[in-house]
């Protein structure tokens, strides 16, 4: 009978998992530096980054770029709703959510040029939104609007137009067709320095693509959640044509 004998890294794991757990090792607080915790199981710094990626994939500890490896503090759960008229990635109910946005200018080249279905170069009004319960970000968003279509004033000074940014992905006229299309994935640098992850963690990404009646793209918006911050919502409407009910 062959006996398995479980693996240093898993043994170092299930240590901090413990200290985790019972609260000996506080939610957000930073744990030692990799070095000193490989000094202190005896282990190389190799051995111990797989017992911490262990930890980083059940949700239990945070590696942020230059800054360690923290406790993860318990977040709420906040839900995206698919279709148009949804606000991302926050909700009107979720009064605990800060969200700040940037609102630029830009050309559009690669990807965006695709999606926007415009020649590279082409002026772009961009959002780019973070919502944060206290300091911890739940989701981001860049929404894209052509430059023509966005309303007087958004891209100016006008405190009016930031604060619907704020709450708001929805800034541009309804649609005739809405695209979605999710997928889980690792974060890219940018995101996971933006909503402070490791990249061991999958995100939500969402791409959402809105259309008018003559097929012209009025509105891209790029999410990116958190796996564990986020539940997607999606319902589907059956319509019945009520002369076949009739007949």
Avoid at 188 to 205: H, K, N, R, V
Wanted: with cysteine.
């Amino acid at each position: 009978m062959i006996r398995l004998v479980p693996s240093r890294h898993h043994d170092i794991a299930d240590d901090l998992r413990q200290q985790i757990t019972t609260g000996r090792i506080k939610p957000g607080e930073r744990l030692p530096a990799e070095a000193r915790l490989a000094d202190r199981y005896k282990v190389s710094t190799v051995t111990l980054r797989r017992a911490l990626a262990i930890l980083q994939t059940e949700g239990l500890v945070d590696k942020i770029h230059g800054k360690g490896n923290f406790v993860r503090c318990p977040l709420r759960k906040i839900a995206y709703v698919g279709g148009w008229g949804t606000l991302d990635p926050w909700t009107a109910a979720e009064a605990a959510l800060r969200v700040t946005v940037r609102i630029n200018t830009v050309q559009a080249n690669g990807h965006l040029t695709t999606l926007l279905k415009v020649p590279t170069g082409s002026p772009v009004a961009e959002f780019f939104c973070i919502s944060h319960e206290g300091r911890s970000p739940h989701g981001l968003a860049r929404i894209y609007i052509p430059r023509d279509l966005a309303p007087a004033g958004m891209l100016g000074d006008d405190s009016s137009w930031r604060e619907t940014a704020k709450r708001f992905a929805v800034l541009s006229a309804p649609p005739a067709a809405v695209q979605e299309t999710v997928r889980a994935r690792p974060p890219t640098p940018d995101e996971a320095s933006a909503l402070q992850i490791g990249t061991a963690m999958a995100i939500l990404a969402i791409t959402r693509v809105a259309t008018d009646s003559t097929g012209r793209v009025v509105e891209v918006a790029l999410l990116a959640f958190p796996g564990d911050r986020v539940d997607a919502v999606f319902t589907t409407h059956h319509v019945t044509d009520e002369r076949q009910t009739q007949g």
